[in-house]
């Protein structure tokens, strides 16, 4: 079986037409500063966008950005101790994920995902006219988490073109390590390829250090500049993959998706990892308390590694009670359509949900 779509696989192109003219320019070996074919149609940035944003964005707004995502790659390249030709930079990890099932799938192929994950995934599958099959999380006293020998196993019964897998997972907040991510990918057929969600990576302790950022043979770990970066409505993020997936990954690419804005926004970020860190550690630290706190109103609070505090109530019933009264206050918390993870409910770990009397139908329910 192919690894990849049968007429991605099959011939040499597609290429894109537009890479852009910082990609020319990179080819070329010079600047071309006479730019009077890249058809962006004002002369000059519009006036009204200058006055209320100021006249940087209002240039970035005006131009293409580069799709090729260069000084991003190499920024990403030297922060993560990566090689940037194992780097692609999307429309955020949605983007991504949509990106993997076009550039993976063909129209018959099958996909695993755990029942009630990240959603997103399931309706990109189905948007996609994929068969999905699911399969669900492992469960148990102060654990929820995708079950990941019940996914390779899926992935060999149905003969898999791919897995998808979000770790840290949404909704659970569970963290599969690292060596468990890896023998799942072991475990897996050999063309079926593990799509690693990554979007809360950057809440593992660990997150900046090499070995966690690694190439892994056979996966496509995505990443977001949407949570701990802060940049959310910019839709920006990034895949780590071997250079020949990435390679395909270009093929199916819409290369102007990532505006110059969210590129330019990106590499400012990462010119300032300490604040980053700082905003981390913040989180890290509302969501220990929020954790200590449900707990103490006597919740069955799941660990977790991102930036949301997850619990189970004894039943769905429940769960949809103090999550229609909370909505009746005004307060929205996040409780899975999933069916089958019905009685989770889901709390950012902001502020706002340590107000005191915020969340009181919750601590009602639970006492
Ligand atoms: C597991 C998971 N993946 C992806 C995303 C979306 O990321 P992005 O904003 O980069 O598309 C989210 C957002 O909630 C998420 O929880």
Redesign the pocket.
């Given at each position: 079986m192919p690894r990849f779509a049968r007429h991605l696989e099959n011939q040499d192109g597609p290429h894109n037409p537009f890479p852009g003219v910082s990609a020319l320019e990179r080819r070329l070996g010079h600047s071309l500063p006479h730019r009077i074919g890249s058809n962006e149609g004002l002369d000059m940035p519009h006036r009204a966008l200058t006055a209320r944003f100021g006249d940087d964005i209002a240039t970035l707004a005006r131009a293409y950005g580069d799709a090729e995502a260069w000084l991003p790659r190499q920024r990403l390249g030297d922060v993560l101790t990566l090689d940037p030709a194992a780097l692609l930079v999307d429309?955020?990890?949605?983007?991504?994920?949509a990106l993997c099932l076009r550039t993976l799938c063909d129209p018959e192929s099958t996909v695993i995902v755990s029942a009630g994950?990240?959603p997103?995934?399931s309706y990109f599958l189905r948007a996609e006219g994929l068969r999905a099959v699911e399969v669900d999380y492992a469960n148990g006293p102060g654990h929820l988490a995708p079950d990941l020998s019940a996914l390779a196993e899926a992935a060999h019964r149905e003969d898999a073109r791919a897995v998808y897998l979000?770790n840290p997972?949404?909704p659970s907040g569970h963290l599969h390590s690292d060596a468990d991510v890896l023998g799942l990918q072991n475990a897996l057929p050999e063309d079926c390829t593990l799509i690693l969600?990554e979007?809360?990576h950057d809440f593992r302790d660990d997150a900046w250090t090499p070995a966690a950022n690694a190439v892994w043979p056979g996966v496509i770990r995505?990443r977001?500049?949407?949570?701990a970066h802060g940049l959310?409505g910019l839709?920006?993020?990034y895949a780590i993959a071997e250079p020949e997936t990435v390679a395909m990954l270009m093929k199916a690419r819409i290369h102007y998706a990532v505006s110059s804005l969210a590129l330019t926004a990106a590499m400012t970020v990462l010119d300032h990892p300490e604040e980053t860190r700082e905003h981390v550690a913040a989180v890290v630290a509302r969501r220990e308390v929020l954790a200590e706190t449900l707990t103490q109103w006597g919740g069955d609070v799941l660990p977790s590694t991102t930036n949301f505090v997850a619990l189970r109530l004894p039943s769905a019933e429940r769960a949809a009670e103090v999550h229609a009264a909370l909505l009746a206050e005004g307060t929205l918390i996040h409780r899975p359509a999933h069916p089958s993870l019905g009685h989770v409910l889901r709390i950012s770990a902001l502020d706002d949900a340590l107000a005191p009397g915020r969340l009181e139908p919750l601590r009602v329910a639970l006492g």
């Open positions: 429309a955020g990890a949605d983007s991504l994920m994950t990240y997103t995934f979000a997972d949404n969600d979007a809360y995505l977001t500049f949407s949570k959310a839709r920006i993020g």
